[in-house]
């Protein structure tokens, strides 16, 4: 990669002058290849809510970077993650998500494995010589449960999710108290033909909510909106007010506010108004201009009323395209010989609702995690 630009570690550290990142940096596979083993092999990644493994056996599947994960509740109430590779000759274990018998069967030979990843039996092992039964286990990953979201990490001497997003907890649960208790209602998938700090990029200002998002904008005062920055996690915060263009809510509820929450890497938790309900942006990068998204949306309740099935279907079909058209366009824009590499960051000295810090900030972290390139 000598011939993309090398950041110095102050890239973006004065947000009044910054500039982004260059273009390269979004579009080019050897970066690509860098960031999957610095940055993402190495960092706390979360991949689904508490309750879609809250039942022993309960499991689910997750890819990004070219690995496939299981996160699995054992017989024994262990929340545990495994490659999903069966050992033998490399076949996957299991799809989708669901809740598993007492075992995990490999489709190809049978091999089955307990929950908590021993091997359980190896048809005709008994014959083969020397066989490793106990090197013939699921490969683990770390996991944990934090804040009431899964998250999973590919280094096993990675320290603990609370160590990498310090204080991120318990501003969540300020934000959103029941977030325990949340249940899956819709889930928006899309393989998105950006690369996945595009898609952070778009979140991390809402310079583009006017006019971009007009529901949103008709909902959340922007002018009354704040971006700080926490390290390894941002809040943007805005008062708000009922609308029928988006949000819906019981005017009683003291002091209403949305609550939007970037974690490094690449994962977004938003908590509108009310604090009963969340939706959160699951990024799984796939490669340098592709990242599959999960769109989620957490009730409490199981049985949808119309009023949130109309609001399932306002982001699935106005909101949410709204982003997907943006960070779309920016890819190919990225690409163009009418781009200049680089673009100026619009950072204000107020830190307004208009002011784009939020991606100086985010920037400065990608420009640390490149220095050992």
């Not at 989708?96 to 021993?118: M, Q, R, S």
């Not at 998002?213 to 009354?224: L, T, W």
């Not at 199981?302 to 279907?313: A, G, R, V, Y």
């Amino acid at each position: 990669m000598n011939d993309i630009q090398r950041l110095p570690a102050d890239f973006c550290a004065n947000a009044d002058e910054a500039y982004t990142i260059p273009a390269s940096y979004y579009t080019r596979p050897e970066v690509f290849d860098f960031e999957k083993e610095k940055i993402f092999a190495n960092s706390w990644v979360c991949v689904g809510h508490r309750s879609e493994v809250a039942e022993n056996n309960a499991y689910i599947t997750r890819e990004y970077i070219g690995e496939s994960i299981i996160v699995v509740r054992g017989r024994d109430a262990e929340l545990r993650a495994f490659y999903n590779v069966c050992p033998h000759r490399g076949h996957q274990l299991l799809q989708g998500d669901g809740k598993a018998k007492n075992v995990i069967t490999c489709p190809y030979h049978a091999w089955t494995f307990k929950l908590d990843g021993e091997l359980a039996h190896a048809r005709n092992c008994d014959h083969v010589a020397n066989f490793d039964k106990a090197n013939s286990s699921l490969v683990q990953l770390r996991v944990e449960e934090y804040a009431g979201f899964i998250f999973v990490n590919m280094n096993k001497d990675a320290g603990s999710v609370e160590e990498q997003l310090p204080g991120l907890e318990a501003r969540l649960r300020q934000a959103c108290p029941v977030v325990d208790d949340l249940h899956l209602a819709a889930r928006f998938v899309t393989e998105t033909p950006a690369n996945w700090k595009s898609i952070v990029d778009n979140y991390m200002e809402c310079y583009h909510c006017a006019p971009a998002h007009p529901g949103f904008s008709d909902s959340v005062d922007v002018g009354q909106y704040t971006h700080t920055m926490h390290g390894n996690w941002s809040l943007q915060y805005g008062l708000a007010k009922p609308s029928e263009k988006s949000f819906k809510f019981d005017e009683s509820v003291k002091d209403p506010s949305f609550s939007g929450f970037w974690v490094w890497p690449c994962t977004m938790f938003n908590a509108p108004p009310g604090g009963n309900f969340m939706t959160v942006i699951y990024e799984f990068p796939v490669s340098a201009e592709v990242t599959l998204q999960h769109y989620d949306i957490y009730f409490l309740n199981k049985d949808i009323t119309p009023e949130q099935q109309s609001l399932i279907e306002w982001y699935r079909d106005v909101f949410r395209p709204e982003d997907l058209r943006l960070v779309e366009s920016v890819q190919k824009g990225l690409k163009s010989r009418g781009y200049r590499g680089q673009g100026r960051i619009m950072v204000d000295s107020q830190r307004s609702g208009q002011s784009e810090h939020g991606i100086a900030h985010f920037h400065n972290l990608i420009a640390v995690a490149h220095l050992d390139r």
